[in-house]
């Protein structure tokens, strides 16, 4: 299962209304862990498969508040995630992408989808929970 979703705007600290913090928030963090209630115990029962969640924002930027939060939230989730499932043979992990997605540049999505690959066919121990792919 891939989890790709992100609600991307530039705003500033203070700029959003609590309303558009909440729909940010609802589409980056409660979107991924939604799905997860659907998928992860059925991988869990069988005993195996791979939830990974696209993030971003390595690092916080004041001009990307509500994603900055978003994706932070992103990574505490893969790792309680992991601490939930990741027992019973679900390997929980994200792919951070520290830049925007385009064909032809250094964050070209088949150089990116080789990141969801590798994690997804890791053996159980060498297991990563995080990749970033900075270009």
Same mark, same amino acid.
């Given at each position: 299962?891939?989890?790709?979703?992100?609600?991307?705007?530039?705003?500033?600290?203070?700029?959003?209304?609590?309303?558009?913090?909440?729909?940010?928030?609802?589409?980056?963090? =409660?979107?991924?862990? $939604?799905?997860?209630?659907? +998928? *992860? %115990? /059925?991988?869990?029962?069988?005993?195996?498969?791979?939830?990974?969640?696209?993030?971003?924002?390595?690092?916080?930027?004041?001009?990307?508040?509500?994603?900055?939060?978003?994706?932070?939230?992103?990574?505490?989730?893969?790792?309680?995630?992991?601490?939930?499932?990741?027992?019973?043979?679900?390997? =929980?992990?994200?792919? $951070?992408?520290?830049?925007? +997605? *385009? %064909? /032809?540049?250094?964050?070209?999505?088949?150089?990116?989808?080789?990141?969801?690959?590798?994690?997804?066919?890791?053996?159980?121990?060498?297991?990563?929970?995080?990749?970033?792919?900075?270009?």
């Amino acid at each position: 299962m891939v989890h790709n979703a992100a609600l991307v705007r530039p705003d500033r600290p203070g700029e959003l209304s609590v309303r558009a913090h909440l729909d940010a928030w609802a589409v980056n963090v =409660v979107g991924a862990l $939604t799905t997860t209630a659907h +998928v *992860a %115990p /059925g991988m869990a029962r069988r005993g195996g498969g791979s939830f990974i969640v696209t993030g971003g924002m390595p690092e916080a930027k004041p001009e990307y508040v509500g994603l900055s939060l978003g994706k932070a939230g992103v990574r505490a989730l893969v790792e309680l995630l992991d601490k939930e499932y990741g027992p019973s043979g679900v390997h =929980v992990a994200t792919v $951070t992408v520290a830049g925007p +997605v *385009a %064909p /032809g540049t250094p964050f070209d999505p088949d150089d990116i989808a080789e990141h969801y690959w590798r994690l997804h066919t890791q053996p159980r121990e060498r297991w990563q929970r995080e990749v970033v792919h900075s270009g």
